[in-house]
């Protein structure tokens, strides 16, 4: 689904923002004039002017250090979940002014690509009401001064952006994003979900398998969908190896690809791309149709799965879309860890 075909009508936090944005422009001394945030920096500058836009009591709440580890959640700055929040400050709450929650919409729109805006946003306003409602963010490391990250979580999205800070990893280390307009089961056409194309076109490579190759990449059994962790290079991965497919099958594998890297930020897709071309491309990948939930039993396969050493993109479709990434260029790197 392309923007052009979302509605017309903002999301009530969307314009909700966009209202404050002039206040947050002409009123705030404490802020720069603050446009569209068009540039692959642009997300990570105003990080810091957000980081820095805080007071002593606020940062106290949304603030860590960069390895700060939770009791029960582990590692925080990696964590990756379908449906969480950080912590407990609710962006489209009282605890944030209009200028910071202005600025956080700027980071969010930094982050994922222009012409996926839209798409978010219905995303949003069908699973939780709009932008900033039922999400949290957070800051670990100082920006401007080291290391860095800034964490956006909500339900059906965990989004990062660091400034290459985090070593060895794409997107700032796992990420999450999903959809469900229906509210909870989809129909097999899982009309009206902004990420389905993602699997139609993953769809197309299996359409053009041969009867030897669909056996090869057909799985019985679909995984646990949060198991992302890295296989390594000796790992056992299911489904087909990608070198086993004919340069035409190859072909579309790669038009998959660059489709599951469309909604974010080029300086995320290159990084992404780099950190699978250090394990070997697409060769050193395997993909499987996972045939258990097969929604309408119509051999579109709503549950599949893109692997490598340490490259994992599980999209899970039934009931409804659930999409959980996770790349780096060495496997050593642990989820969570």
């Known amino acids: 689904m392309t923007p052009s075909s ?48 805080l007071k002593p009591e606020q940062r106290s709440k949304v603030c860590y250090d960069w390895n700060h580890r939770d009791k029960k959640r582990g590692l925080l700055r990696t964590r990756v979940s379908a449906n969480w929040q950080i912590n407990d400050q609710e962006v489209d709450g009282d605890f944030y002014t209009a200028d910071q929650q202005h600025l956080i919409r700027q980071i969010f729109e930094g982050i994922v690509a222009p012409e996926w805006h839209a798409n978010f946003d219905k995303q949003l306003e069908d699973d939780c009401g709009g932008f900033g409602i039922e999400q949290s963010v957070a800051i670990f490391g100082q920006p401007g001064e080291g290391k860095f990250e800034f964490v956006l979580t909500g339900r059906h999205m965990t989004l990062r952006c660091d400034g290459n800070s985090a070593e060895n990893v794409a997107f700032g280390g796992p990420i999450f994003y999903g959809h469900a307009p229906t509210g909870g089961d989809e129909e097999a056409d899982h009309r009206g979900n902004v990420f389905w194309q993602q699997a139609v076109e993953a769809n197309k490579v299996y359409q053009m398998l041969d009867g030897k190759q669909r056996k090869a990449a057909e799985v019985a059994r679909s ?20 070198t086993e497919l004919s340069s035409d099958q190859r072909e579309q594998m790669q038009k998959t690809l660059e489709k599951l890297v469309e909604p974010f930020r080029q300086s995320d897709r290159e ?67």
């Open 271 to 337: 990084e992404a791309l780099q950190c699978l071309k250090t394990q070997g491309g697409l060769d050193a990948c395997h993909l499987s149709f996972f045939t258990d939930r097969d929604l309408g039993k119509d051999r579109v396969w709503d549950n599949w799965r893109l692997e490598g050493p340490a490259f994992v993109w599980h999209f899970r479709g039934a009931p409804h879309v659930h999409v959980w990434v996770n790349v780096a260029d060495s496997p050593k790197v642990k989820l969570n860890a």
């Open 223 to 242: 995984p646990r969908e949060s198991q992302v962790g890295f296989a390594g290079a000796k790992g056992k991965l299911t489904g087909i190896p990608i």
């Open 6 to 53: 979302q509605t017309k009508q903002l999301p009530r936090s969307r314009r909700t923002f966009l209202q404050q944005s002039a206040v947050a422009v002409a009123g705030a001394s404490c802020l720069p004039a603050v446009t569209h945030a068009s540039s692959q920096d642009s997300a990570e500058s105003l990080v810091k002017v957000l980081y820095e836009s």
